[in-house]
């Protein structure tokens, strides 16, 4: 048992749905066995447990951890490679990384830095796209359950348009995910996600074995990409010339449903809103990709007048980061940068996106996304360091809302000070001992 004193930030109740941001200037948790058993004023928790152990956090904000809804484990290594559209910036950055995750050694210390650096963002619960290679997604799962992540991932599948190490047959995709999705899903806090990588590289056959393994895995979950650059959304209209438009594409196989996650849909149809709606399935926006990529702006109002859930991704290779405080600031931009079709967005609406959105997109939002009795312990304590604009802003906020709005104007990885998954202390001190390669060197071996 552990009473965490702390100032509180958090949104239980929805601020898309009339709620708004929940504060607590000097508030009590009381934490037993990961469990948030109670919450209250400080002073009258303290005098029901006089006697337990008390962490003081008032130098910092305690937030709800943060949940990222589409991260690729690959590409951590290739983090800002600007200056290129989707399609080339695939096959001339992403996809050559990829390729190398064929070797299991390296795999083994990219899955470490990629913890590494969810965790140094804040990041306590993610659905990650996994590798092309198995080996390299059981990687993946052995790292994040060491460390103790919520990570939902699998096997990514294709089998045309990508360099020939990452195509796989639908036989083999099905065997693959299953073996995977026996050792992995629903143990402990790891779950199994089919991921076609996208219909631009799924035929038909992979997307029927997709379908396979999401029939013969109960409660699995469904991700994968959609409707993110015009190039690949016109390549998809003449590869499914029978299919409605994209979404269907996923949806004639089956693949949509509450468990289902698709990323981007920046260009979206009026008619694939309403599919996504009507089959309750949800959309992961990676505001920084879209901007670095070039893809657009996210149409977020039409999502949310359509009933279709959002919530937000770091897309890392693509996007600039693992922050969720930058995905959040940059989903603020775009919203503005749209006028009036934009939807406004307040600081309360950019952690909700941040936290309980995502929880609630990957069907926890009766264990995390915000700091409720009953929830688990998943939280993150940010303590700038002294001097920063940060520090600054938050020494001088006029309410909760407003230190809120510096938080994603300003915070950044090293801001993250501590970080609690399930009531552990995976992470303290605001810096982590590096685990990769010691030297700046641009040249240093990367292995
Ligand atoms: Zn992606």
């Known amino acids: 048992m552990i009473l965490y004193r702390a100032r509180v930030l958090d949104t239980p109740d929805d601020p898309f749905a009339g709620g708004s941001l929940r504060s607590h200037e000097d508030a009590g948790l009381l934490v037993v066995d990961g469990v948030i058993r109670e919450r209250g004023g400080f002073e009258s928790i303290r005098a029901r447990y006089p006697t337990g152990p008390v962490v003081d956090l008032r130098d910092g904000i305690l937030l709800p951890g943060l949940v990222d809804t589409h991260v690729h484990f690959p590409q951590v290594r290739i983090i800002g490679s600007l200056g290129l559209p989707l399609l080339d910036w695939l096959e001339q950055c992403a996809l050559p990384e990829e390729c190398r995750l064929v070797d299991v050694d390296y795999a083994r210390v990219v899955a470490r830095e990629f913890v590494d650096g969810l965790v140094a963002a804040g990041t306590t619960t993610a659905l990650v796209f996994g590798s092309h290679f198995a080996p390299a997604v059981d990687s993946l799962f052995s790292e994040v359950s060491r460390v103790g992540l919520r990570v939902t991932s699998g096997l990514v599948v294709s089998d045309r348009a990508l360099p020939d190490p990452l195509l796989t047959t639908p036989q083999r995709?099905?065997?693959?995910?299953?073996?995977?999705a026996a050792r992995w899903h629903e143990v402990g806090r790891t779950r199994y996600a089919v991921t076609p990588r996208f219909s631009y590289s799924a035929g038909e056959g992979i997307l029927d074995a997709c379908a396979a393994v999401l029939k013969d895995v109960p409660g699995a979950w469904f991700t994968s990409h959609v409707n993110e650059n015009p190039a690949e959304v016109a390549e998809v209209a003449r590869l499914f010339a029978d299919a409605e438009h994209y979404v269907g594409t996923y949806d004639q196989h089956g693949l949509l449903g509450e468990r289902s996650?698709?990323?981007?849909?920046?260009?979206?149809?009026?008619?694939?809103?309403?599919?996504?709606?009507?089959?309750?399935?949800?959309?992961?926006?990676?505001?920084?990709?879209?901007?670095?990529l070039g893809s657009g702006l996210f149409p977020m109002r039409r999502h949310v007048e359509h009933g279709v859930r959002v919530a937000l991704g770091s897309d890392v290779g693509a996007g600039t980061g693992f922050s969720m405080f930058k995905e959040g600031l940059q989903?603020?931009?775009?919203?503005?940068?749209?006028?009036?079709?934009?939807l406004p967005l307040t600081p309360a609406h950019l952690l909700h996106l941040s936290t309980a959105a995502g929880a609630a997109v990957l069907g926890l939002a009766d264990t995390v996304g915000?700091?409720?009795?009953?929830?688990?312990?998943?939280?993150?304590?940010?303590?700038?360091?002294?001097?920063?604009?940060?520090?600054?802003?938050?020494?001088?906020?006029?309410?909760?809302?407003?230190?809120?709005?510096k938080v994603f104007a300003l915070a950044g990885d090293a801001d993250v000070a501590d970080v609690w998954i399930g009531g552990e202390q995976v992470s303290s001190g605001g810096f982590r001992r590096p685990t990769g390669p010691q030297s700046w060197s641009i040249a240093a071996e990367t292995r």
């Not at 990676?286 to 670095?292: D, T």
């Open 331 to 342: 989903a603020y931009f775009a919203q503005r940068l749209l006028g009036d079709a934009g």
């Open 173 to 180: 995709a099905y065997d693959e995910a299953h073996a995977l």
């Open 261 to 292: 996650v698709l990323a981007h849909n920046v260009h979206a149809s009026d008619a694939e809103l309403a599919v996504i709606a009507g089959c309750s399935a949800s959309v992961a926006h990676c505001p920084a990709s879209n901007s670095a």
């Open 370 to 405: 915000d700091l409720s009795e009953g929830k688990q312990f998943d939280a993150i304590c940010l303590r700038p360091r002294a001097g920063t604009s940060l520090d600054i802003g938050l020494r001088h906020a006029g309410s909760p809302e407003d230190a809120l709005g």
